[in-house]
T-cell receptor
Framework: DTGVSQNPRHKITKRGQNVTFRCDPI?????LYWYRQTLGQGPEFLTY????????KSRLLSDRFSAERPKGSFSTLEIQRTEQGDSAMYLC??????????????FGPGTRLTVL | AQKITQTQPGMFVQEKEAVTLDCTYD???????LFWYKQPSSGEMIFLIYQGSYDQQNATEGRYSLNFQKARKSANLVISASQLGDSAMYFC?????????FGAGTRLTVKP
């Protein structure tokens, strides 16, 4: 039984550097979500894909952030020119959409980013 | 505007007792879904329970039940027979369309 996996689990980088995170969803899940969580807060939605199409992006997702899901399977989230405010846990979730709003999102373990 | 409100930053409960975690939400959309997730200190988000806005009955999953009061826009989580392993952060979330909004969470501590 393989759940959602994320790599790397931890990333320390210097301000101004680019970083890329990878998320592998549960196989056959057609939706993939990215969230950001800072200490003491709930996750904040960033973007989501249905298959390879990026359907929605939050206003939180500045121009320095870009996400892709080229073949409708794994996804990458890239942050360019990192800033200290980007330090957070980046969570990925996947779901299988049937109908309505009841598709349960299953989360990965997250990637903790620290920008020095 | 805050869509999901969890007014209890922290809660304590004695082992084997029941506890209710509060959640209120704000939406003008008639179609939405409500979720509760548990986040232990390890950091993973664990799905607990789901309630659809058109569901007539309150959702239940084992020791978890969701007290859904649509007119009051509340979706409280009830955990029965608390266990030490229930100590964690609990997040209420609402989904209207694509994105899901989370509350700030409630830290539950179960005392032996």
């Amino acid at each position: 039984d393989t759940g959602v996996s994320q790599n790397p689990r931890h990333k320390i980088t210097k301000r101004g550097q680019n970083v890329t995170f990878r998320c592998d969803p549960i196989s056959e899940h057609n939706r993939l979500y990215w969230y950001r969580q800072t200490l003491g807060q709930g996750p904040e939605f960033l973007t989501y894909f249905q298959n390879e199409a990026q359907l929605e992006k939050s206003r939180l997702l500045s121009d320095r952030f870009s996400a892709e899901r080229p073949k409708g399977s794994f996804s990458t989230l890239e942050i360019q020119r990192t800033e200290q405010g980007d330090s957070a846990m980046y969570l990925c979730a996947s779901s299988l959409v049937a109908s309505g709003f009841g598709d349960t999102q299953y989360f990965g373990p997250g990637t903790r980013l620290t920008v020095l | 505007a805050q869509k999901i409100t969890q007014t209890q930053p922290g809660m304590f409960v004695q082992e084997k007792e029941a506890v209710t975690l509060d959640c209120t939400y704000d939406t003008s959309d008639p179609s939405y879904g409500l979720f509760w997730y548990k986040q232990p200190s390890s950091g993973e988000m664990i799905f607990l329970i789901y309630q659809g806005s058109y569901d007539q009955q309150n959702a239940t999953e084992g020791r978890y039940s969701l007290n859904f009061q649509k007119a009051r826009k509340s979706a409280n989580l009830v955990i029965s027979a608390s266990q030490l392993g229930d100590s964690a952060m609990y997040f209420c979330a609402m989904r209207e369309r694509g994105d899901m909004r989370f509350g700030a969470g409630t830290r539950l501590t179960v005392k032996p």
